[in-house]
């Protein structure tokens, strides 16, 4: 019953919808982010050195939750 996911207190992985740069594919559909539609910006941990920046699509059609 957790529900503390909103913005604000979080600062370790900041996620927030935006729009992806162009290039951008989604991780979970490995379909392109076409530049209109909105994307979740977020990071993926990586084991040397910053952060990797990942966008998937806020309405994925392959994440329907
Ligand atoms: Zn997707």
Redesign the pocket.
Known sequence: MASQTRAGTDARQPEYVTYAPKGYC?P??K?P?KSLERAIRGTAPMPAGAPAVTY??AE????QS
């Open positions: 989604c979970e559909c379909q982010i998937r699509h994925c059609p392959k994440v």
